[in-house]
């Protein structure tokens, strides 16, 4: 398939060529894309050299895929022209995350939602990816009535900028800042903008995007985006209030049985999910599974996942690999 890739100086369109290489996706031509500042500049893919291109250029190739990720404004203004060109394109920001005509996918849970007809597909919230991964088999077995999620989010979430000034912080230097607050040796309760009902816009994006991947509109959420000083991957700490009853022995199977799920979940010997022991992987890694005894049916969990793979280029490239296959039944 001949792929575009808008955004491919970015960081998560540099893990994007990576997982494309690593996944062996069958790959005709390759046409990097940037914004006009990035033009000219060389990436390397499958150990080639290839020239960064505009976005026009992009689209005058008239590629079968095009992986977006270089922010809203790009793709509200392309995305539409890609797909009138007969291309799928696959958006890893939040343009049509919301739009009930665009799809939302996480492969492990709604596949279905990708027809043949189908011409944008919606990235996920990278929060939200790693957490419905497991909520999505619990759903289905008891219900989930009611959601408390708390993150504490990598600063790669961000993309370059705050990695550098929290490289710049460690190394006691000045540097551009991404956020209003130091990120070294603190953590801060502040991802995307505040909207009016006092929530931000990460928060808001786990509440909305939960719903409409798990085809759930009643479940009731609430959610705290935390941002601290960490490279490697998100982790949430994940309270579920169920509809059924459960054994935590009936959870853990469950768990051990989904596709993309690794349970670490023995606290005795120490073990559990931490980001700096997920980075580069692109499973869903579920420990602390415990009730809650402070409501009927009450479950805890903690959630880590890299946001950088399957919080964005795994999971975009998982779609790719989805819309191939549907593309080519009979």
């Not at 809203?72 to 009930?100: H, L, M, Q």
């Not at 009927?296 to 999971?315: E, F, H, Q, S, T």
Request: charged fraction near 25%; hydrophobic fraction near 40%; charge should be neutral.
């Amino acid at each position: 398939m001949v792929i575009a890739l808008i955004g491919a100086t970015g960081l998560v369109g540099e893990v994007m060529m990576r997982v494309l290489e690593e996944r062996k996706f069958p790959v005709k031509d390759f046409i990097p894309c940037a914004s006009a500042r990035s033009v000219g500049r060389e990436v390397f893919f499958r150990d080639k050299a290839y020239k960064v291109r505009s976005v026009e250029d992009g689209l005058a190739a008239r590629p079968d895929v095009a992986l977006f990720s270089a922010g809203s404004a790009t793709s509200k203004k392309y995305a539409e022209a890609f797909a009138n060109a007969g291309c799928v394109v696959i958006d890893n920001s939040s343009a049509w995350r919301a739009d009930p005509t665009v799809p939302l996918v996480v492969p492990e849970v709604n596949p279905h939602t990708v027809t043949k007809d189908t011409r944008i597909i919606a990235n996920p919230n990278c929060s939200t990816i790693q957490m419905v991964v497991p909520l999505a088999p619990i759903h289905r077995a008891y219900g989930i009535r009611r959601l408390v999620i708390s993150t504490y989010q990598s600063v790669t979430g961000t993309g370059v900028k705050a990695v550098q000034q929290l490289q710049d912080e460690r190394a006691g230097k000045e540097g551009e800042k991404a956020y209003p607050h130091p990120i070294d040796l603190n953590c801060f309760p502040h991802g995307g903008d505040f909207q009016d009902n006092g929530y931000t816009a990460e928060e808001m994006k786990l509440v909305n995007e939960t719903r409409k991947i798990l085809e759930a509109e009643d479940i009731r959420i609430t959610a705290t985006v935390v941002r601290i000083p960490v490279m490697g991957g998100h982790s949430e700490a994940v309270n579920l209030e169920l509809e059924k009853d459960f054994s935590l022995e009936a959870v853990r199977h469950l768990m051990q049985q989904t596709p993309g799920v690794v349970v670490q979940d023995d606290p005795a010997n120490n073990t559990y999910p931490m980001p700096r022991f997920v980075e580069g992987r692109d499973e869903v890694f579920v420990g602390r599974i415990r009730r809650d005894p402070s409501v009927p049916n009450g479950l805890d969990l903690w959630i880590v996942a890299d946001n950088l793979r399957k919080g964005a280029a795994g999971n975009a490239v998982q779609i790719a690999e989805i819309a191939r296959e549907v593309r080519s039944r009979k």
